[in-house]
C-alpha cells in the first residue's frame, strides 16, 4: 500500500508538471498567432490596392508572399482555441491527444508554405527595391503582445516569414515534452506517440528534400563554399558588449549570434550581419573615429573572479544535484560576464560597399593577429564578389551548427569531465634571447596564458634597441589558473606615433613572430629550469620555465644565514641595524622615489633576474658598494628586490596570528564596524612591522598619484603587494604531488588572494590612518627611519 501511494505521488507530480508543460505551449502558440496576424495585417489593404489604378502590389505577388499563411493561421487558431479551456478546466484527467493528433494531420500545408518559402522571400525582396511604399511596410509590421494587446515590437516581414519554417522545426520538441510527463497508462499517450511519429517522418521528408542543397553550399557553379575560420567573440554594438559566433568562409565573412534555447537541446544561430571578403577592409576611411572601447575596472572583473572561484569550490564540496544545478547554472552567469567584460583590444572591420563598419574586442593579440592574417590571405585568393539572397542567407546560418569547430562558448561547465583542467601555480619564465632576425630591429616580447577559459596577456620585456640579437634575460612569474598554454609574441616596437600602418589599421607596433608551446604537467613536474625555444617564422626565442604548484608558492623558508637581510625576521634586523625601518626598505624605496614613479608598470613589470640576485646578495653581504650598484640598475630590478624581500621575510609583514583577523574584517559590511575593526588591528601589530608597513604604504599612495603616466592604479599596486605582505607561512604538512590538483585547492586558494588584495586595498584607500601618540612621536622623530 506504501508502495502504491508512493507512486500515486510520482504520478501526481507528472501529472502537474504536464499541465505546466502545457502553459508553456500555449504561451507558445499565442505569440506565433501574434506573430502570424502582424503578417497578415497588411495584407487586406494591399490586395484592396491591387485592383485599383495605383496598385503597391499585384495580385500574383501578394498570392505569392503571402502564400498559404491565412491557413496556418486557421489551424493555429483553431488549436489554441481548443486547447485553451481544457487547460483552464484542468483536472489530472484531462485530454488532449487528439488535438496533437489533428494538428499534425494539417502538416501538409506547411509543405506547401516550404515549397514556396524562397520564392515567398525573393519576390518580397524584389518588390521592396521596385516600390519604396511596400519596403516602408515590410519593415514596420507591428506584433501585438499577446498579454496586453498593445502595440509592442516592430519586426520586418521577412523575419515574419520565417517564423512557419522555425515553428514547424520545433513542433517535435514539442511532443518529446509532453510525453514525458505523459504517464504511458494514459489515454493520450498513443494519441501523442501517433503525432510524433507523424511530425518526425514530415520533418525528415524535409531535411532529406534540403539536405543536398545545404552541404554543398554552392557559391557558383563548381565553387564550394568552405568554412575556415570560426569562433565566440565579443562585439561592440553602440557602447555594449554582446557575445557572437563568427564564421570565415572562403568568399565572406559572418556574424551570428545563438539564439536562447526554448525546450530542446538544438542550438540554433541567428545572422546579424556579413561582409563579403571582396569588400572587407581593416583600414576604414581616414576621418573614422578613433574607437572608444568602455574599460572595465580591474576591480569588477576581479570581483567576478573571485565570485567563479568561490562557486567552483562550493560545486566541488556539494552532493545534492538540484543545488550542484543550480550552483552551475551561477557558475555559468559567471563566466560568460567574465568572457563579455574582460576583451578590450580592438579588431575593426569595415564594409567598403556600404561604409558600415564594425568592432570587435579581443583579450588576446595572438588570437587578433590570427584573424588578420588568415583574412587578408584569403582577401588575395577572393576575387569574385558574394551577394546573398536572404534564403541562402538562411541557409547559411543553419548550417553553421554542422560546420562549426568551436561548439561549446569556453565556460567551465561545457568542459567535458575528463578534460584536463590546466595548471594551479605559478610559472617562473625567463626569456632569454631571440635569434634569426633578417635585420638590426627594436624588439619586446609578450607572454599571453589561458585562464578562465581564455587567453590575456600576462607579461612584457622591456624593448632591445636596435639589434638582431635581443638578450632580454627577463623573467616573469605567471599566476596560472587552470592554464594549459604559453604564448609568445615578439614586436617591433614603432616609436613614430603619427605614421598609420595601413594594414592593420592600428599606427602600432608590428608582430614579428608568434608561437605556443603547451605546459604539460609531467614536464613541470620537476624543481628545476627547463631550457625551450619557440621557434616562429624565422625567429627562434629562448626561454627557460620553471613551475611551483600553489602549495610550494606558499611556503617562506627561514634563512639558514643569521647574519643576512633576506629570510630573517623583521624584528631581528632593526635591532641589528637600530633602525625602525629596515635599511634595504629604505634605499630601494629612496632610489624608486627618485625615478622610478612615471616606470610603465613599476612592480608589476618583473626586473632581471640576475640582477635581483646581485643586489640580494649585496644586502646580505652588506656591501658598502650597494647605493652604487642601486643606481646603475634598471629600475624594474630594484622594485623586484624589495617585492622578493617581503616575500622572502619568514613570517609575513602582517604577521601570521593577526592575518585570519585582517580577512575577516574586511568582510564587515557595516563600514563604521569594519574601519575600527581594520584600524585597531594594523595597530598590534609589532612596532618594526606598523612602522615599516605605513612607511611602504605611503610610497605606493604617491605611486598611484602618478597613475596618468605609470598605470599603476591603487588597484594593481594592491593585487601586486597584497599576497607578498599577507600570505601566511605554510606549515608543512602537507607535500604537494599533483600540480593539477583538484580544482577546490585552486579555487579556495583564489579567494585568498583576492582577500589578502582587499586588505591592502582598504588600507590604501583610507584617507589617513591615526597612529597612537607614542608611535607617531616615535616615527616622526626618528632619525633613523
Excluded at 508512493?6 to 507530480?13: A, M, S
Excluded at 628586490?641 to 580577512?663: A, C, G, H, I, S
Excluded at 568582510?667 to 601589530?685: F, G, P, Q, R, Y
Amino acid at each position: 500500500a506504501c508502495f502504491a501511494a508512493l507512486n500515486e505521488c510520482d504520478l501526481e507530480k507528472g501529472l502537474e508538471m504536464r499541465k505546466w508543460v502545457l502553459s508553456g505551449i500555449l504561451a507558445t502558440e499565442e505569440t506565433y498567432l501574434s506573430h502570424l496576424e502582424a503578417l497578415l495585417l497588411p495584407m487586406k489593404p494591399l490586395k484592396a490596392a491591387a485592383t485599383t489604378s495605383q496598385p503597391v502590389l499585384t495580385v500574383a505577388q501578394i498570392e505569392t508572399i503571402f502564400f498559404k499563411v491565412p491557413e496556418l493561421y486557421e489551424i493555429h487558431k483553431d488549436f489554441y482555441d481548443a486547447l485553451l479551456p481544457r487547460v483552464q478546466q484542468w483536472s489530472h484527467h484531462q485530454r488532449v491527444g487528439d488535438l496533437f493528433q489533428k494538428l499534425a494531420g494539417q502538416l501538409g500545408v506547411y509543405r506547401a508554405f516550404l515549397d514556396n518559402y524562397e520564392l515567398a522571400v525573393e519576390t518580397a525582396e524584389k518588390c521592396c527595391q521596385a516600390n519604396a511604399q511596400f519596403a516602408e511596410i515590410s519593415e514596420n509590421l507591428k506584433v501585438r503582445s499577446p498579454k496586453d494587446c498593445k502595440e509592442t515590437a516592430k519586426t520586418s516581414l521577412e523575419a515574419l516569414l520565417y517564423k512557419p519554417v522555425d515553428r514547424v522545426t520545433r513542433s517535435t520538441l514539442v511532443l518529446h515534452d509532453l510525453l514525458k510527463h505523459t504517464p504511458t497508462s494514459h489515454p493520450d499517450h498513443p494519441l501523442l506517440l501517433d503525432a510524433l511519429r507523424i511530425s518526425q517522418n514530415f520533418l525528415s521528408s524535409i531535411n532529406e528534400e534540403t539536405t543536398p542543397r545545404r552541404q554543398s553550399m554552392t557559391v557558383k557553379k563548381g565553387e564550394n563554399r568552405q568554412l575556415l575560420k570560426d569562433s565566440f567573440m565579443v562585439e561592440l554594438v553602440e557602447g555594449a558588449r554582446k557575445l557572437r559566433h563568427v564564421f570565415l568562409f572562403t568568399d565572406l565573412l559572418l556574424c551570428a549570434k545563438l539564439k536562447k534555447q526554448i525546450g530542446g537541446k538544438n542550438q540554433q544561430y541567428d545572422s546579424k550581419w556579413y561582409i563579403p571578403l571582396t569588400e572587407l577592409t581593416f583600414q576604414g576611411p581616414e576621418e573614422a573615429d578613433p574607437l572608444t572601447v568602455p574599460q572595465v575596472p580591474d576591480e569588477e572583473l576581479d570581483a567576478i573572479k573571485v565570485k567563479i572561484s568561490h562557486l567552483r569550490s562550493e560545486i566541488q564540496k556539494e552532493k545534492g544535484s538540484k543545488v550542484i544545478d543550480r550552483l552551475r547554472k551561477k557558475l555559468c552567469e559567471q563566466e560568460s560576464l567574465l568572457l563579455l567584460m574582460s576583451p578590450s583590444m580592438p579588431l575593426r572591420l569595415y564594409n567598403k560597399n556600404n561604409g558600415k563598419s564594425y568592432s570587435f574586442l579581443i583579450s588576446s593579440d595572438y588570437e587578433r593577429a590570427e584573424w588578420r592574417e588568415i583574412i587578408i590571405e584569403q582577401h588575395k585568393k577572393c576575387l569574385k564578389a558574394t551577394s546573398l539572397t536572404s534564403m541562402e542567407l538562411q541557409m547559411l546560418t543553419s548550417s553553421c551548427l554542422k560546420l562549426q569547430t568551436v561548439h561549446h562558448i569556453p565556460l567551465s561547465t561545457n568542459k567535458d569531465e575528463d578534460e584536463s583542467s590546466g595548471l594551479y601555480g605559478f610559472l617562473n619564465v625567463i626569456v632569454h634571447s631571440a635569434s634569426g632576425l633578417k635585420q638590426s630591429l627594436n624588439l619586446y616580447c609578450t607572454l599571453e596564458v589561458d585562464s578562465f577559459g581564455f587567453f590575456s596577456n600576462k607579461a612584457k620585456t622591456r624593448v632591445y634597441r636596435y639589434t638582431t640579437e635581443p638578450k632580454w634575460n627577463e623573467e616573469f612569474e605567471i599566476e596560472l589558473e587552470g592554464s594549459q598554454t604559453l604564448r609568445l609574441l615578439c614586436y617591433e616596437k614603432s616609436y613614430n606615433k603619427t605614421k598609420q600602418n595601413k594594414e592593420d589599421g592600428d599606427g602600432t607596433d608590428r608582430i614579428m613572430g608568434k608561437g605556443q608551446i603547451p605546459l604539460e604537467p609531467q614536464s613541470l613536474q620537476g624543481k628545476d629550469w627547463q631550457r625551450t625555444v619557440i621557434p616562429m617564422n624565422g625567429i627562434e626565442v629562448k626561454l627557460s620555465m620553471k613551475f611551483t604548484s600553489r602549495e610550494f608558492s606558499l611556503k617562506r623558508t627561514p634563512t639558514r644565514k643569521p647574519m643576512g637581510v633576506f629570510g630573517v625576521k623583521i624584528s631581528s634586523v632593526t635591532k641589528r641595524e637600530r633602525s625602525k625601518v629596515p635599511y634595504i626598505v629604505r634605499q630601494c624605496l629612496e632610489e624608486i622615489e627618485r625615478r622610478g614613479m612615471e616606470e610603465v608598470g613599476i612592480y608589476r613589470v618583473s626586473g632581471v633576474a640576475t640582477d635581483i640576485q646581485a643586489l640580494k646578495t649585496a644586502f646580505d653581504t652588506n656591501n658598502k658598494d650597494v647605493s652604487v650598484m642601486m643606481s646603475e640598475m634598471d629600475v624594474n630590478a630594484i622594485a623586484g628586490t624589495l617585492k622578493l624581500y617581503f616575500r622572502e621575510l619568514p613570517e609575513p609583514l602582517f604577521t601570521d596570528e593577526l592575518y585570519p583577523n585582517f580577512t575577516g574584517g574586511i568582510t564587515l559590511s557595516d563600514s563604521v564596524a569594519k574601519e575600527s575593526c581594520m584600524l585597531n588591528l594594523l595597530l598590534s601589530l609589532p612596532e618594526p612591522n606598523l612602522v615599516t608597513f605605513l612607511f611602504l604604504l605611503d610610497h605606493l599612495k604617491r605611486v598611484a598619484e602618478k597613475e596618468s603616466v605609470n598605470k599603476m592604479s591603487l588597484h594593481n599596486l594592491a593585487t601586486v603587494f597584497g599576497p607578498t605582505l599577507l600570505r601566511p607561512a605554510e606549515k608543512d604538512s602537507k607535500i604537494p604531488t599533483n600540480p593539477t590538483q583538484p580544482i577546490s585547492m585552486g579555487d579556495s586558494w583564489s579567494q585568498e588572494v583576492m582577500a589578502q588584495v582587499q586588505v591592502l586595498l582598504y588600507f590604501l584607500q583610507l584617507e589617513t590612518i591615526p597612529t597612537p601618540d607614542s608611535k607617531r612621536q616615535s616615527i616622526l622623530f626618528s632619525t633613523e627611519v
